[in-house]
């Protein structure tokens, strides 16, 4: 006889797990962003839009993501093709490229730090070339763009090998057959990569695109030590209102914009590579 409680018996420690550390906070938090003395309101959203740090930030965190995602997937499915196709050394190849993804937001800003800054790697190089006549300052105000680009650069570094080791085990789940069938009907390995790879690892897409995307709307710590203020997101606006300006009101409503925001991406990635049914390997 079957054990009908046995599932939910299973499933129970996630679900108060769940419960105690993300349905609560999440209660008090969107309760915090849209009430005041216990009444409803939204004047919480309406300080936040006002402030002229908002829009900026705002924008600032799209054009990080529309910047970093893409050049991060094109890297990770280069690398895993790469890496599913070796013969020998595939473990070591593919642990050296996930050493960046034990390393924190914090250090990695760090690192780069020490290649961008005045006394720096890339003042050192550019001066030993004879490219410069002295060290260049390249993070400030007045070089938006390189603040731009270094934290990218980072977070490119930093964070691809999230993507990488999903789409690694998917291109895993692959079988052989389908190549094998694909090359016999004439297909070179550009058209087996199109009509064969892709199709069959859109789970992983999903999952690698959605959990980097959300990522990608809360970048803080690589900011904050690359860029300070000079480059402001979303995040970093979060911080400062709940610890600089004292009003945890308004830094839930950031919260919930980023919450909605990361919400709205993950909708469009399921539908856009939703996988149909009876396509799954």
């Known amino acids: 006889m079957e054990n009908k409680p046995l599932p939910y018996l299973l499933i129970l420690p996630a679900t108060i797990f769940l419960c105690v550390f993300f349905l609560y906070p999440f ?3 969107a309760w915090q962003a849209f009430s005041e003395n216990g009444v409803f309101t939204l004047k919480h959203f309406e300080t936040m ?4 740090k908002f829009s900026i930030s705002f924008w600032n965190t799209l054009l990080l993501t529309a910047a970093i995602v893409p050049v ?5 499915l280069l690398m895993a093709t790469m890496v599913t196709k070796m013969q020998k050394g595939r473990d070591i190849v593919l642990y050296i490229w996930t050493i960046p ?6 250090a990695a800003g760090i690192i780069w730090l020490a290649i961008f800054e005045q006394s720096g790697f890339l003042n050192s190089m550019l001066s030993g070339l004879g490219v410069v006549d002295q ?9 938006w763009w390189t603040i731009f680009i270094a934290i990218a650069l980072a977070e490119i570094w930093r964070a691809t090998a999230i993507m990488l080791v999903i789409i690694v085990a998917g291109m895993g789940l ?9 090359e016999m009907f004439g297909a070179n390995a550009w058209k087996r990569f199109l009509k064969v790879t892709l199709p069959m690892i859109r789970p992983s897409l999903q999952t690698a695109l959605i959990l980097r995307v959300i990522l990608a709307f809360e970048v803080f ?3 904050q030590a690359l860029g300070g203020t000079t480059l402001p997101v979303l995040m970093g606006e979060t911080y400062q209102w709940q610890f600089e300006l004292q009003d945890s009101s308004v830094a839930a409503a950031y ?3 980023i919450l909605a925001i990361s919400i709205a991406f993950t909708l469009v990635f399921l539908r856009a590579l939703r996988v149909p049914k009876g396509a799954q390997i």
């Open 72 to 76: 991060q997937l094109v890297l990770s």
């Open 101 to 106: 993804l034990g390393i924190s937001d914090l």
């Open 255 to 257: 919260a919930m914009v």
């Open 49 to 52: 839009q006002s402030h002229w």
């Open 27 to 29: 209660t008090l938090v």
């Open 174 to 182: 692959i079988p052989k057959e389908y190549y094998e069938a694909a």
């Open 221 to 223: 710590a690589v900011v």
């Open 135 to 143: 060290p260049t300052n390249f993070l400030t105000y007045q070089n």
